[in-house]
Structures are given as structure tokens and as C-alpha cells.
């Protein structure tokens, strides 16, 4: 039986050091802080994750620490973002090989391709990669969005493809997807903001940057949705909104790693073209975070996965 997605998944920060290396010791922190939240699953290397700010050796890294440090307790969803298919290739090979559950493809970047290129593209990918696959549409990433038809034909065509992580902001096409899609295609939720949204319209779950950060909020939305308490995932997904709304005041992930590092938790500096945030949006982040029900912050201590 494939792997299918499902849940809250944290979008991981990719944690650097001062001097710019990583910080592999701090994401083994992050996991541990994710998983003690009641993370479902684990996204290393998607847009948050600043895989273009990193050489393929440490993407290899990046991977081999977060499978380690999940330690099977929950799957690992890792991003093969680069923009060569080649590149694309060895990773989710490597990701394989280490014991990655699945990975993610995004449609190729700056080239402007063609629609019909792209399913070509996401074909020719699919036919070399064993492991399960999840497309990310995210237009603001890849500058295309991938519409419904053109989604349902790979999901016909390509068996192994198990979900999406739709960050288009368009829910019309999330509910086409979960009407028309094959039962066992996961449609997961790409924005903070529309997580409740998704899954009213048939959703099984997201993909969240705020997964890493507060992972029991994000959780928590999709757990009361499907205990069947509505009223108690609408106040969660309320409470979330202005966190989300400082978090994306500037490009991801420097509000997120700001943020991170205001709570005590390893995310360490972004690396250039990303530099510090503006003191107005960690106004902004201060507030909001003060803002938060304490219900849905957790602390947990970080020394024994910092050691790791």
C-alpha cells in the first residue's frame, strides 16, 4: 500500500549558524519541538527551508539529520526544489536511500515553461524517482499554477503521486481537486491562513511554514475539525491569523526564523538574498505572539535533542 499523506505537517526552517554553516544539531532540535507538538509529519527542504541558498551536499545533510532525528516516529515529506531535473533526480535518490516516506516536485522555474511542458516535466521525473511523489503548486514560488485539469491528469497518470501541497490560494481549485481526484490523492493545504478552509471542502491535511513554530496550534485545528468540534477549529484557525499575517510581512523564512528565535528555538540566520527583518515586523511578531492562548504553546526542553 503507498504512503499517503495526511495531517499537519511542519515546513522546516533550515537552521544556520552565525557564521553561516549549519546548524544540524539545532534542527534536531526543531524536529523534537515539532514532534512534542503533535506534528503529523515532516517537510525538510520546501520553500521554507532555503533550498536554493544551499549546495546539493548539504541538502544531503539537511535530509540524513531530519530522518535521523524523526527517528520513525513520523514520516518525512523531503522537497527536491532544485530547478535541474538532474539535481531533482540525485536528491530524491538520496532521500530514498536514507529513508525518506515521500518527496516533493514543484514545477520548473524561470524558464518559463510551457503548461504542457510542465506535465512533461513532472512525467519524465515520476518515471525515475521510486519513491511517492507530492506536486507543489505554488505560483509564487514557481511563477505557474498548476490548474485542476492539468493536476488531475498526472494524478491519472502517475500512480505513485499521492498528493499536493496547494499553496495557490484558490479554493475553488482545492475542491475540484478533492471531488474529482482519486480517494487515496492527499490535498494538502500550502497557507497557514486557509488550513480549516482546505479541510472543509475536503482536505486532508497541510503543509505549514508555522508547523515548526507552533506546531500545537497548527495540530490542533485539523484535530478539533476532525473530532468533530467546528466551533473550536474555527477559534484555533482565528487565533493563528494574525501570527500568519507578521510571519508573510516579509519573504519566508526571515520573519519565521526572527520568530523562532524570540521563542527560544533553533532557526539561526537566513542566508542572502534574506537578510534581517525591518524592526516594524518584529513589532509585529512580538505582538503576535503575545497574543497567542497559552493553551497552544508548548516549551519543551530542548537540551537532550540539541546534544543529539
Request: glycine fraction near 10%; aromatic fraction near 4%.
Amino acid at each position: 500500500m503507498l504512503f499517503q499523506p495526511e495531517g499537519a505537517y511542519a515546513a522546516l526552517v533550515t537552521p544556520f549558524r552565525a557564521d553561516g554553516g549549519l546548524d544540524l544539531a539545532g534542527l534536531a532540535a526543531l524536529v523534537e519541538h515539532c514532534i512534542a507538538g503533535g506534528i503529523a509529519g515532516l517537510c525538510p527542504l520546501g520553500g521554507t527551508g532555503e533550498p536554493l541558498a544551499q549546495n546539493l551536499d548539504e541538502h544531503r545533510q539537511v535530509i540524513d539529520r531530519t530522518i535521523a532525528a524523526a527517528a520513525g516516529r513520523v514520516p518525512v515529506l523531503v522537497g527536491c526544489l532544485r530547478p535541474d531535473p538532474a539535481e531533482v533526480l540525485a536528491l530524491a535518490r538520496h532521500a530514498k536511500a536514507a529513508g525518506a516516506d515521500a518527496v516533493m516536485l514543484i514545477a520548473p522555474y524561470f524558464v518559463q515553461a510551457k503548461p504542457s511542458h510542465v506535465e512533461r516535466h513532472f512525467l519524465h521525473l515520476a518515471e525515475r524517482i521510486e519513491l511517492p511523489l507530492v506536486l507543489f503548486n505554488s505560483p509564487g514560488r514557481s511563477g505557474l499554477k498548476l490548474e485542476a485539469e492539468a493536476i488531475l491528469r498526472l494524478v491519472e497518470a502517475i500512480p505513485h503521486l499521492v498528493g499536493i501541497k496547494e499553496a495557490s490560494g484558490d479554493l475553488v481549485l482545492c475542491a475540484e481537486l478533492a471531488r474529482a481526484a482519486r480517494p487515496s490523492f492527499a490535498l494538502l493545504q500550502g497557507f497557514d491562513e486557509l488550513i480549516l478552509p482546505t479541510l472543509a471542502v475536503g482536505g486532508i491535511g497541510a503543509v505549514v511554514s508555522l508547523g515548526c513554530l507552533v506546531p500545537r496550534l497548527i495540530a490542533g485545528i485539523g484535530g478539533a475539525w476532525n473530532a468533530g468540534n467546528a466551533a473550536q477549529a474555527r477559534a484555533l484557525q482565528a487565533d493563528l491569523l494574525p501570527l500568519a499575517r507578521a510571519i508573510y510581512a516579509e519573504p519566508n523564512p526571515a520573519p519565521l526564523k526572527r520568530a523562532l528565535a524570540l521563542r527560544g528555538l533553533p532557526g539561526g540566520v537566513t542566508r542572502p538574498p534574506l537578510f534581517p527583518i525591518a524592526a516594524k515586523t518584529e513589532a509585529a511578531l512580538q505582538q503576535a505572539l503575545s497574543q497567542l492562548p497559552a493553551a497552544t504553546i508548548q516549551t519543551p526542553s530542548l537540551r537532550q535533542a540539541q546534544g543529539a
